[in-house]
């Protein structure tokens, strides 16, 4: 079993936390505006006219705070005004009027956009809602203790505003010990779902069923084979029925059958025996000892699961030593194919060298941070980390 050892690595890069104001700071400074504009106003030469100024504060408003604060601060400022036309020129002259009319016209504008603002953000938090409750359903919350396990995960969808992509990860119990899949769908976002609850579906129906890891991933193999072929038909029937719609017109054939699942699947004994490993194309796990960390490379990996009827698979199985106190480090291409504003890769093996003595759940929200810190925010592809732990 080829196992590299990483040497010490530099440490990582320090990074500063974004101030963001309170908005009670921003509500005393848009205050502060009507109350400076209309002093500045009042004592100014009777040719200069700053009382159009006071719609930057309902304006402000409108960028931090709801619908009713924003019309209440545009009252304020509407007063404001109406009290610096009855100081300086009486409210009957046509210049004040002007500037009343322009004001209210403005203020009522600012605060309709805010009120679609107000609703567009209901909408955002109830889609939200049923993102996440998808994600509890199709990719349930790793256990933080299972059998002599301790686990932990994290996931981050590429899609602006999803909870989950094509990126996945289960446990499953079985009678001897601990199983373990860690997957990635071709593609990203939204449109890989189909497929990653489908592999999700197959593994918890399927994992404590075959005594034998290579009948298991087998059986995977099949079952995303089977799905994409149903998916593949389902396509040409749709291709063929706009054909007939629309003779002449050629349409290109779609990729529904390019489809496949990179993923590792593990058997983790309870009673401490090596831990049995099958590839599929998965980048290879990191064991995190005291010592150092290794890489678990298979020789031999098999292909992507939903290729196995391109070729004959014979799967073999890699072992390895797993003790009280070692670590697993599971996570799928999103990470190490993550790049920065220079277009590096994110070096996860050089990060974990300083973390390793974190606990699995603090380790990951270390790594989490320094990715999104890597990438800028936003990350091009699913990104999913596993750490299983074997407790004394």
């Not at 203790?145 to 602006?160: M, N, T």
């Given at each position: 079993?080829?196992?590299?050892?990483?040497?010490?690595?530099?440490?990582?890069?320090?990074?500063?936390?974004?101030?963001?104001?309170?908005?009670?700071?921003?509500?005393?400074?848009?205050?502060?505006?009507?109350?400076?504009?209309?002093?500045?106003?009042?004592?100014?030469?009777?040719?200069?006219?700053?009382?159009?100024?006071?719609?930057?504060?309902?304006?402000?408003?409108?960028?931090?705070?709801?619908?009713?604060?924003?019309?209440?601060?545009?009252?304020?400022?509407?007063?404001?005004?109406?009290?610096?036309?009855?100081?300086?020129?009486?409210?009957?002259?046509?210049?004040?009027?002007?500037?009343?009319?322009?004001?209210?016209?403005?203020?009522?504008?600012?605060?309709?956009l805010r009120v679609l603002r107000d609703r567009h953000e209901r909408e955002l938090a109830r889609v939200r809602s049923v993102s996440e409750a998808a994600q509890r359903v199709l990719l349930r919350p790793l256990p933080e203790r299972i059998g002599p396990l301790h686990l932990a995960s994290v996931y981050l969808a590429?899609?602006?505003?999803?909870?989950?992509?094509?990126?996945?990860?289960?446990?499953?119990?079985?009678?001897?010990?601990?199983?373990?899949?860690?997957?990635?769908?071709?593609?990203?976002?939204?449109?890989?779902?189909?497929?990653?609850?489908?592999?999700?579906?197959?593994?918890?129906?399927?994992?404590?069923?075959?005594?034998?890891?290579?009948?298991?991933?087998?059986?995977?193999?099949?079952?995303?084979?089977?799905?994409?072929?149903?998916?593949?038909?389902?396509?040409?029937?749709?291709?063929?029925?706009?054909?007939?719609?629309?003779?002449?017109?050629?349409?290109?054939?779609?990729?529904?059958?390019?489809?496949?699942?990179t993923a590792v699947l593990l058997d983790i004994p309870d009673d401490g025996s090596p831990v049995r490993l099958i590839d599929c194309g998965h980048p290879p796990p990191l064991l995190l000892r005291p010592e150092g960390i290794t890489t678990i490379v298979a020789p031999h990996p098999a292909p992507p699961l939903g290729?196995?009827?391109?070729?004959?698979?014979?799967?073999?199985?890699?072992?390895?030593?797993?003790?009280?106190?070692?670590?697993?480090?599971?996570?799928?291409?999103?990470?190490?194919?993550?790049?920065?504003?220079?277009?590096?890769?994110?070096?996860?093996?050089?990060?974990?060298?300083?973390?390793?003595?974190?606990?699995?759940?603090?380790?990951?929200?270390?790594?989490?941070?320094?990715?999104?810190?890597?990438?800028?925010?936003?990350?091009?592809?699913?990104?999913?980390?596993?750490?299983?732990?074997?407790?004394?």
């Amino acid at each position: 079993m080829p196992l590299r050892q990483r040497a010490e690595q530099p440490r990582p890069r320090a990074r500063r936390r974004a101030w963001r104001p309170d908005r009670r700071v921003l509500t005393a400074l848009s205050l502060a505006l009507i109350i400076l504009i209309t002093v500045v106003d009042i004592l100014s030469p009777p040719e200069i006219h700053l009382g159009p100024l006071l719609i930057v504060a309902p304006a402000l408003t409108a960028s931090f705070a709801g619908a009713r604060a924003t019309a209440g601060v545009a009252l304020l400022a509407l007063g404001a005004l109406t009290f610096i036309g009855a100081v300086r020129d009486g409210l009957t002259s046509a210049n004040i009027e002007t500037q009343l009319g322009a004001q209210v016209v403005v203020s009522a504008l600012i605060v309709g956009l805010r009120v679609l603002r107000d609703r567009h953000e209901r909408e955002l938090a109830r889609v939200r809602s049923v993102s996440e409750a998808a994600q509890r359903v199709l990719l349930r919350p790793l256990p933080e203790r299972i059998g002599p396990l301790h686990l932990a995960s994290v996931y981050l969808a590429a899609e602006a505003e999803a909870q989950v992509g094509g990126d996945l990860y289960a446990a499953a119990r079985t009678a001897t010990g601990t199983r373990l899949l860690v997957g990635d769908v071709r593609g990203k976002g939204l449109s890989s779902l189909g497929d990653a609850a489908l592999l999700l579906g197959a593994f918890r129906a399927a994992a404590h069923l075959h005594a034998d890891l290579p009948d298991l991933a087998a059986y995977l193999d099949g079952s995303v084979c089977w799905d994409l072929a149903q998916l593949a038909e389902q396509s040409r029937q749709a291709r063929l029925a706009r054909a007939s719609l629309r003779p002449g017109v050629h349409e290109a054939p779609d990729e529904g059958g390019e489809s496949f699942i990179t993923a590792v699947l593990l058997d983790i004994p309870d009673d401490g025996s090596p831990v049995r490993l099958i590839d599929c194309g998965h980048p290879p796990p990191l064991l995190l000892r005291p010592e150092g960390i290794t890489t678990i490379v298979a020789p031999h990996p098999a292909p992507p699961l939903g290729l196995g009827e391109l070729t004959p698979v014979e799967y073999e199985v890699e072992a390895f030593p797993f003790r009280p106190g070692d670590r697993l480090l599971i996570y799928t291409d999103g990470v190490i194919e993550a790049r920065d504003a220079q277009r590096r890769f994110y070096p996860l093996t050089d990060r974990v060298t300083d973390w390793q003595a974190e606990r699995p759940a603090a380790l990951l929200q270390r790594l989490r941070r320094d990715l999104l810190a890597h990438v800028g925010g936003r990350l091009d592809d699913d990104a999913a980390m596993v750490v299983v732990e074997r407790l004394p």
